[in-house]
């Protein structure tokens, strides 16, 4: 069991407790409850006997009340709090920039620790009611030729703390607390921002425990969706500890042009990238995989290459996203032409998979990010939310009707 530790908090020192103070404070907000029962025991400020009980009432005042400071728990005797202070945080991280966009879109650049900053998203009227696109990582260490954050190098993997604390601070703008508030704006979450989930998979198995916890943010399983490149071996692990929903990047329907797109295909080819998803464990009509296939000019976009993916996905329950490519300075590659994308998504159409096509959302806001930010980590992140819009908004797309 691991205990996550958010390093930008650290305790504030006091003389009393000499070299104990130095000790980072720990993020409740990143705990599991069993996690939580076990932090609390070992921190020696709640009995053993009265941790269970103890962790779901304080998980309660996080999740469900959405809370932000020890002193707010008005059920929790004054001392214990006290107590509680002086070795944990229920404290969100820094929002450095918020924007809303014409259509409702919002986004927030949050400060995780210094030099830390990643993007979320929010889009109304995706899924049953919005999403919200959360990051993994910050940056990634694959490189697809197509994704500008591919160019940047991994700074690190997020905590369970840090993802979460991107929904929190969703809901906070939101004013989504508590959590059974009926109408709820955000219904659905996607790992589409920076990173690689299954290179972060603990972490983040960790965060869709905690966000789908019915003590707490409650949102369902099956509408949390994981997007991943392909990393085989940690299909199976990402089905048994989340029973989250699974959206692969596939981009190419062979070996040759998917090693270029995505080089991680040299690793895992197509033949076990395909043997993997159908072992996904819950796969069915009811929870179909997401396919998301960027359009490139020339690249991948022919009518013989829609034939292939029907071929490809043949026997999966999968919708197949298509998402217009999103260029950036730098990158040689071109979006498909509107008829090119339309004769494919006519001919996945045709053969029973539903298709959408999906331009971004909060444009307005988006447009306006590469100019704000000139620290380059900033400028990436902002690159990366713009396409993750595209995506994301085909992957929810008839979620609820598949599963209703
Ligand atoms: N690393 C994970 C999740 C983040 S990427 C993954 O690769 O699946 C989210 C989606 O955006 C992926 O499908 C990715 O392939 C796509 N994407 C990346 N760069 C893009 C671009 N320039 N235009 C359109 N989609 C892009
Ligand atoms: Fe990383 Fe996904 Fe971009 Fe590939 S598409 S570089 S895996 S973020």
Known sequence: MSVTLDLSRMAPSSSKEGAAAAKPLINLSGLTRPQMVAALTESGVVEHGKAKMRATQIFRWVHHRGVTDFAQMSDVAKET???????????????????????????????????????????????????????????????????????????????????????????????????????????????????????????????IEIISDNEGIAISRRRITVSTS???????????????????????????????????????????????????????????????????????????????LVKLIKGIPA???????NPWPGSDYQCSDWTAIETFAAILNRAGYSSPIRTPRGRDILAACGQLKSESEKVRASAMRKLSMAAMAGVLDDEDEAAA
């Open 81 to 207: 709090r006290a107590r509680l202070a002086e070795q944990f945080t229920v404290a969100r991280p820094e929002v450095v920039e918020r924007q809303v966009s014409k259509d409702g879109t919002r986004k927030w650049l949050i400060r995780m620790a210094p030099g830390i900053e990643v993007e979320t998203v929010y889009i109304p009227s995706v899924g049953r009611s919005g999403a919200l696109c959360v990051s993994s990582q910050v940056g990634c260490t694959l490189n697809c030729s197509f994704c500008h954050t591919g160019t940047q190098a991994l700074v690190r993997n997020l905590t369970a703390a840090e993802i979460v604390a991107q929904v929190q601070i969703a809901k906070d703008d939101l004013a989504e607390w508590p959590s059974d508030k009926e109408d709820r704006l955000l219904s659905n979450i996607v790992f589409m921002g920076m990173g690689e989930p299954l290179y972060n998979l603990g972490q983040v198995a960790d965060a």
């Open 230 to 308: 392909g990393v085989v071996p940690q299909l199976d692990a990402l089905g048994e500890k989340t029973q989250a929903m699974l959206a692969i990047s596939l981009h190419a329907t062979n070996d040759p042009l998917r090693d270029v797109l995505v080089p991680l295909n040299k690793k895992y080819p197509l033949d076990q990238l395909m043997a993997g998803i159908r072992a996904y464990p819950g796969i069915s009509n009811a929870r179909r995989v997401t396919f998301e296939y960027v359009m490139l000019k020339g690249v991948n976009d022919s009518p013989d290459e829609a034939r292939a």
């Open 319 to 325: 919708k197949v996203n298509l998402i217009p490519f």
